[in-house]
């Protein structure tokens, strides 16, 4: 079945420590991605996409993923985490009209 | 400026009631979303309407019926409420229909069914 798997369900992490979180699909042919974040009690805003080129995008706030086409992987990055960072964290997949989002990751980031 | 705004915030409501969600979108933008996001945190998207016009319908209950009166506006109601229908529904729009165009979403709304 077609899927996102977001396969952290929760990450605690100390201020400057180092982020990966992990995103696969499993989508045939041409996808586009995306990585959206909710903070507490806010709604979905937008951190980075890939749609073709480099497939290492940099998006606000210091974050960055890696597209990995063979891996069926885009995974999010960011080198020194900060207290503000505190969010729900979801990829998303689109098709054409249709986006599928991931189960989400929550980051709690410790002060 | 708001870009994508829903009304109410919050809906608390009884069993068997109907209600509705009204979203509206600045951004001129020709497509909307209404997406369910559960007590886990996860987002699945019920409907999207592109120039007034159902493009997606998914698996959901036919006690939830969207109505799109113009490109701006897209309101959910939903009839004979059930527990299960509580959650945080989002509304979100894009520019065109097409896989590049990514979505912005509204606040949600918080509804809890009791």
């Known amino acids: 079945a077609q899927s996102v798997s977001q396969h952290n369900h929760h990450v605690i992490l100390s201020e400057a420590a180092s982020l990966e979180l992990g995103c696969n699909y499993s989508?045939?042919?041409?996808?586009?991605l995306f990585w959206y974040v909710q903070y507490p009690g806010q709604h979905l805003q937008l951190l980075l996409k890939?749609?073709?080129?480099?497939?290492l995008v940099k998006g606000i706030k210091g974050f960055e993923a890696e597209f990995i086409k063979s891996k069926f992987s885009f995974n999010l990055r960011k080198p020194s985490v900060q207290w503000s960072d505190t969010a729900e964290y979801f990829c998303?997949?689109?098709?054409?009209?249709?986006?599928?989002f991931g189960a989400g990751t929550r980051l709690t980031v410790k002060p | 400026d708001t870009a994508v705004s829903q009304t109410p915030k919050y809906l608390v409501t009884q069993m068997g009631n109907d209600k509705s969600i009204k979203c509206e979108q600045n951004?001129?933008?020709?497509?909307m979303y209404w997406y369910k996001q559960d007590s886990k945190k996860f987002l699945k998207i019920m409907f999207s309407?592109?120039?007034?016009?159902?493009?997606i319908n998914e698996t959901v209950p036919n006690r939830f019926s969207p109505k799109s009166p113009d490109k701006a506006h897209l309101n959910l109601h939903i009839n004979s409420l059930e527990l299960g229908d509580s959650a945080v529904y989002f509304c979100?729009?894009?520019?065109?229909?097409?896989?590049?165009?990514?979505?912005?979403f509204g606040p949600g709304t918080r509804l809890t069914v009791l």
């Open positions: 979100a729009s894009s520019q065109g229909r097409g896989p590049y165009n990514e979505q912005f």
């Open positions: 989508y045939g042919g041409t996808v586009n």
């Open positions: 890939y749609f073709s080129g480099d497939p």
């Open positions: 998303a997949v689109k098709m054409w009209d249709d986006m599928r």
């Open positions: 951004l001129g933008h020709d497509t």
């Open positions: 309407y592109n120039n007034k016009e159902l493009i």
